[in-house]
């Protein structure tokens, strides 16, 4: 198995603050929000074998993150997938078709702009359960105003049923956390996807239009887990994250 973070954003909510650092760089305290998802990868290795672990960066901030690299030096392949503006970007579909390459393998895919407190080891084993099916991480929110400008997911026995992105009205309390597995015979929707021209930037339009294709599971994930989209957010992340640094 392989694990792609997806860090290729301009974080244009968050400016002036990702003007000149990437979202993924941003400060918890004493660790960055990388930090905290790799740190949640490396317990992973302890229980699951990864053949290996890529980020994807647009072209602006690629050196930050080989820079942040150098600093940790850890084992990752940063990839910059060319964009050099919010309004060229690739779009999370076509940067994890970018970032997964010829590499059929299965993939454990992570956006750089969630943080959780859980381990991850449970969600891949239920996702090897249920093979060759993919899996979406799902989260209960409580906060109604939080969960319109998410992904809403209805899900039945398991299964999911609809995503629908920043619906007008909450029609579930279960969100889509940008935590996915796609295992390796799933991986032919994705290029059928970016083959129909569909929308490349919201990965939740792709799942909404992958259940119709396969069957999709949900793992309820339990704990605490924020979308750091806004400053908002990032400022709730920055007081209960920076007490577990």
């Not at 400060?27 to 998802?37: R, Y």
């Not at 740190?39 to 290795?45: G, P, Q, S, T």
């Not at 050099?84 to 390459?101: L, N, Q, V, Y």
């Not at 809403?152 to 992105?165: D, F, M, P, R, Y």
Request: charged content about 35%.
């Amino acid at each position: 198995m392989r694990v792609l973070i997806l860090a290729a954003g301009y974080g244009t909510r968050l400016y002036p603050l990702t003007l000149h650092t990437p979202k993924a760089l941003l400060s918890l305290g004493e660790k960055t929000i990388l930090d905290i998802i790799i740190e949640k990868i490396e317990e992973l290795k302890e229980k699951i074998k990864i053949e290996e672990v890529v980020l994807v960066s647009n072209h602006k901030f690629y050196k930050k993150f080989v820079e942040w690299r150098e600093k940790v030096n850890k084992e990752i392949v940063i990839l910059d997938d060319g964009s050099t503006s919010a309004e060229k970007r690739r779009g999370a579909i076509g940067d994890i078709k970018f970032g997964m390459g010829k590499k059929r393998d299965d993939w454990l895919v992570i956006g750089s702009d969630n943080i959780f407190d859980w381990k991850l080891n449970r969600f891949v084993n239920f996702s090897l359960k249920k093979y060759p099916y993919p899996v979406i991480g799902l989260y209960k929110m409580k906060d109604e105003k939080k969960i319109t400008q998410l992904g809403i997911v209805k899900v039945k026995k398991g299964i999911v049923e609809e995503l629908i992105e920043k619906p007008k009205e909450a029609f579930s309390d279960m969100i889509a956390t940008c935590i996915y597995f796609f295992p390796k015979e799933s991986l032919r929707f994705v290029d059928e996807y970016i083959k129909e021209k569909k929308d490349l930037d919201v990965i939740g339009n792709y799942i909404q239009w992958l259940i119709k294709k396969t069957k999709v599971y949900g793992y309820l994930f339990k704990g605490t887990w924020i979308d750091i989209g806004t400053k908002e957010s990032l400022k709730e992340a920055k007081e209960i994250f920076s007490y577990a640094n």
